[in-house]
């Protein structure tokens, strides 16, 4: 196969599979959300069973005694929970076989470039160790510190195959000139990703509060905002500045290169995601921490990460630019500007 087709088709399915990981962080985050953490008490298979059941009759008498003794908390068998966990499972074991083809489909790419085949294959063995780590959250009974271990793994996920996949754009990154950027554009970035970093790291600290209230301590919905420690006021607050510098990111690429740029488009996708960050963290705060919204605000802590990571390899592949020009066409021959979610 031609290199060219090789990396259309490679980003195509590139852009699906980060799709399916970012539903299955949404998924993930509504278990989270209706407490279905715990509707399968066992890994890997559900109450002892590869298909779950659908009512309390088809347990033993004694299930709440086999459960009480390895250590779980709730043991009362919920229909519902148990089969929104299920799902859960089973979209990550789905999401994990569509990885598995990504990774195949990248070993034509390894002529253009052996970084996207490594990377693929790293995604695909992250992913295994991934689904390990999900047995040993359930065998913990969700405890606070594995639950964010469990999430971050889900970004560093994202995070490899967004690399691959902007190392397959290189050719199209590289047609597009960073040339007239704002020179302070560079530093501002490393700024703002900085930010992100630390807003990030406040937010999975208020997550860890929220669970530890919900499953330690039992508190209700409506006292957790009230219980919570100083961190979660600063990180409500810093959210402002987080929104006020990708402003001026944004500011500096279109002031330079235009709205049509894929760096500016990338951009005001990105400030899209922020106030929706921002809009439902301040339901969540004033509002008694709705479940519904959870997911949400979650969804938007990981799209951002995405973002701001995938714009930085766009900048980098437009400032090198070093690259054969053969390579700046896609599998049709044309050449052109495409986005993230193109080709």
Not at 26 to 47: E, N
Not at 118 to 126: D, R
Request: proline share 3%; glycine share 8%.
């Amino acid at each position: 196969m031609h290199d060219a087709q090789a990396l259309a088709r490679y980003r195509r399915i590139a852009t699906i599979t980060i799709a399916a990981v970012y539903f299955l962080i949404l998924v993930g985050a509504s278990v989270r959300a209706t407490g279905a953490g715990m509707g399968c008490p066992d890994w890997p298979t559900c109450f002892g069973s590869w298909i779950p059941p659908t009512s309390e009759a088809q347990l033993p008498a004694n299930y709440q005694e086999i459960y009480a003794d390895r250590g779980y908390a709730e043991t009362r068998f919920n229909p519902v929970k148990t089969w929104i966990e299920y799902l859960n499972r089973l979209t990550g074991v789905l999401i994990g076989f569509l990885i598995l083809v990504t990774a195949l489909i990248s070993w034509p790419c390894r002529r253009h470039d052996r970084l996207i085949m490594w990377a693929s294959v790293a995604a695909f063995l992250m992913v295994g160790f991934q689904g390990w780590l999900g047995s040993r959250v359930v065998a913990s009974n969700l405890q606070p510190g594995m639950i964010t271990v469990h999430m971050l793994m889900a970004l560093a996920i994202v995070g490899v195959l967004l690399f691959a996949l902007a190392r397959a754009r290189r050719g199209i990154s590289a047609s597009q000139s960073v040339a007239g950027l704002d020179p302070r554009f560079r530093k501002w970035l490393y700024v703002v990703l900085a930010m992100t970093v630390l807003q990030v790291a406040m937010g999975t600290q208020v997550r860890e509060m929220v669970d530890y209230l919900n499953h330690v301590q039992g508190e209700a919905r409506s006292a957790w905002v009230a219980a919570l420690p100083w961190f979660f006021y600063i990180h409500r607050s810093f959210s402002a500045l987080v929104l006020f510098a990708n402003i001026g990111l944004l500011w500096m690429l279109v002031s330079s290169l235009g709205w049509q740029h894929t760096l500016s488009r990338l951009t005001v996708a990105m400030l899209a995601v922020i106030v929706l960050a921002i809009t439902s963290g301040a339901a969540l705060g004033h509002l008694g921490m709705p479940a519904f919204v959870q997911p949400a605000h979650l969804l938007s802590a990981s799209l951002l990460f995405g973002l701001q990571f995938l714009i930085w390899m766009e900048y980098r592949n437009g400032a090198e630019g070093r690259f054969d020009t053969s390579n700046l066409h896609t599998a049709d021959g044309r050449t052109g500007i495409a986005s993230s979610v193109s080709t």
